[in-house]
Nanobody, 125 residues
Framework: QVQLVESGGGLVQAGGSLRLSCVAS????????MGWFRQAPGKEREFVST????????TYADSVKGRFTISRDNAKNTVYLQMNSLKPEDTAVYYC??????????????????WGQGTQVTVSS
C-alpha cells in the first residue's frame, strides 16, 4: 500500500519561502513521477508541479512558474517543493501525489492514484 507523508507547511509572510517534503513508501519510488497539487478553501484541487521518475523533467502551473521548484531524491524516496516569493493566493492545502502507473508523467489529478494527507500553507499579506 502506497503511503505519502507531507511535511513543511506553515504560516509565512508574503514574499517568504517554504520547502515542502513528501516521503513515499510502498512503491518503487524511482519508477514513478511525482506531483504536487493544492486546494484552497472553496476551490477545486489544482495542479502545481510534477517531476519525472528520474528528475530530469519538470512541469509547473503558470501561476507558480519561476517561483516554485520541484525536485526529488530517489535515494531517500522523497520529493520536494521549494516555494519562493510566496503570495497570499498560494494559501492552500498542498498534496503530494503518485500516479497510478509507473513511467507516466501527467498533470491531471485523475492520473494520480495515491495521495498524501496534505499540509497547510498559509501566506499572510
Amino acid at each position: 500500500q502506497v503511503q505519502l507523508v507531507e511535511s513543511g507547511g506553515g504560516l509565512v509572510q508574503a514574499g517568504g519561502s517554504l520547502r515542502l517534503s513528501c516521503v513515499a513508501s510502498g512503491l518503487t519510488f524511482s519508477r514513478y513521477a511525482m506531483g504536487w497539487f493544492r486546494q484552497a478553501p472553496g476551490k477545486e484541487r489544482e495542479f502545481v508541479s510534477t517531476v519525472s521518475w528520474s528528475g530530469s523533467r519538470t512541469t509547473y502551473a503558470d501561476s507558480v512558474k519561476g517561483r516554485f521548484t520541484i525536485s526529488r531524491d530517489n535515494a531517500k524516496n522523497t520529493v520536494y517543493l521549494q516555494m519562493n516569493s510566496l503570495k497570499p493566493e498560494d494559501t492552500a492545502v498542498y498534496y503530494c501525489a503518485a500516479p497510478t502507473y509507473a513511467y507516466k508523467l501527467g498533470t491531471a489529478a485523475e492520473e494520480f492514484g495515491s495521495w498524501g494527507q496534505g499540509t497547510q500553507v498559509t501566506v499572510s499579506s
